[in-house]
């Protein structure tokens, strides 16, 4: 069980991720809704959109695969505690809360 104050912190973490996020989608929002100046500023911003889209697609192609080895990480951490309480459970006797030795 994660203590109380380490929910409260992720979940400010992730409010504060959240209001970055949306900070960002406006600011770029406002930013493409702005027509072009000239041509080469066109091609600029043209460039400029390239470039940002294929920043974006390697975070997601790295989130994926970071998820990925938590995943199996989370999996692994799974199995050693079903082992662990599969022993402890071995060493009691009868329930009666006593350890064999």
Do not use: C, F
Not at 21 to 36: D, G, N, S, V, Y
Not at 41 to 69: F, P
Not at 71 to 87: F, K, P, Q, R
């Amino acid at each position: 069980m994660v203590p109380s104050y380490e929910s409260t912190l992720l979940e400010l973490q992730t409010q504060l991720w959240k209001a970055r996020a949306q900070a960002k989608q406006k600011w770029l929002e406002q930013r493409l809704a702005r027509p072009a100046k000239d041509p080469r500023a066109a091609a600029r911003r043209s460039l400029w959109i390239k470039r940002t889209l294929e920043t974006v697609r390697r975070g997601q192609a790295e989130i994926r695969y970071r998820a990925a080895l938590a995943d199996t990480y989370a999996e692994h951490l799974s199995v050693l505690e079903m082992i662990l309480m599969g022993a402890a459970e071995q060493r009691t006797e009868g329930g009666n809360g006593q350890v064999k030795s």
